[in-house]
């Protein structure tokens, strides 16, 4: 028997509507900051993530990259940005900064399958184009706040807060830290040991203890960031706190997209176990050059969709409908074309499809249906239909032609 391949899974109805709800909420409080909705595709020449991360995992291990028919090599969108990224270059947007984009969507990657991390999943995320100051960062952080607090998630989350500062800063860091970690290669575990060449950054967030340890010495990001990149950080700070937005200083957050500078961040649950980002994201200045466009600065983040419905207190319930209950085929030839008037009107009617009356009674009770609307041979001739209100129990005879009036006033 077929089973979905490793890492997907069917969205059955519950879950669906739980999504969608996370992403209808985020949009809607998206657009209240003013960005607004794009939609790009799910695959691209392969090119355009490369440009964005040469020793990061999900570029160099994790993505899906075929040949297709006509040999290009494409990619399955492992993330939104660089795709973003690309349109607003495509497009030739780059003069009419600021740029402001939500968009929500399914993202392909290549992990390990666990407890909220899956290989096809979906993200919201916003994009804030043109904007270098950190007025940009704290409202992209402040729009992640408003979405997770009126989603209304299960237990605690913490914004964890960290700058990468600019390339000056970033190079300072980096030299000190391969310096002070040569010295203690071989303890390192052998992933550390291995980006000690490529990418010393990323050994911060190292899961093992053992790294982490070694750490605790290790200088200090903070003190190796320039003027300018210290400036900018010390603000996101003061708004953040302005804003009385709760966060936490975390050298650790790095992020595994090799973009970033200046800003980083992660909102993190702790109801997830070790898959806690529900929406994270920083500063990227200077990608849309490295991709080939203008010199822009960005910011923004993605979030989880799946992640975020898995921890929503009230899940959004299914809405409940009117079944019709037509016995015999007199009664259905009358039932169909009066739904279909129902149904045009705006009212959420179905069909009952077979059995006998307690059958059908019992299924509309299991479906949490409002009313039963019963025709029988003894209404069809009276041109009334018995309209049973499956909650209180009463039964009413209504005329067919009062039928619209009598249900919408049970629904409102
Ligand atoms: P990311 O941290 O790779 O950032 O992903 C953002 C969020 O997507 C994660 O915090 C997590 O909630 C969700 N996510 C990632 N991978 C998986 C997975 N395999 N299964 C389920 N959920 C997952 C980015 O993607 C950046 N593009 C964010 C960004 C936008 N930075 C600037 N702008």
Known sequence: ??????????????????????????????????????????????DVFRHMGETSDVVTKETYTFADRGEQDLTLRPEGTAGVMRAVISNGLTQQTPLKYFYSGPMFRYERPQKGRYRQFHQIGVELLGVASP?????????????????????DYTLELNSLGD??????????????????????SEESQMRLEKNPLRILDSKSDSDQKLLLDAPVYRAHLNAASEDHFSRVIEMLEGLKIPHRLNYRIVRGLDYYCHTAFEFVSDSLGA?????????????????GGSDLPGVGWAGGIDRLALLLQNPPAGESSHMFVPLGEAAEAKAVPLMQLLRNQGLRVEMGYSGNMSKRLKKANQMQAKTAIIIGEDELEQGKAMVRNLQSGDQTAIEFDNIATFLKSIDA
Do not use: W
Request: hydrophobic share 40%; with cysteine.
């Open 167 to 188: 390339n000056e800063s970033r190079d300072s860091y980096r030299a000190a830290l391969i310096e002070y970690l040569h010295d203690f290669r071989s303890q390192l």
């Open 275 to 291: 898959q806690g980002a529900i929406i994270a994201g920083g500063r990227y200045d200077g990608l849309v050059k490295r991709m």
């Open 1 to 46: 028997m077929f089973q979905p391949a490793r890492g997907t899974r069917d969205l059955l109805p519950d879950e669906c509507r739980s999504m969608r709800y996370v992403s209808d909420t985020s949009k809607k409080l998206a657009s209240l900051y003013g960005f607004e909705e794009v939609d790009t595709p799910i695959f691209e020449f392969a």
């Open 135 to 155: 007025v940009a960062d704290v409202e992209v952080m402040a729009l992640g706040q408003q979405i997770i607090q009126s989603l209304d998630l299960q237990g």
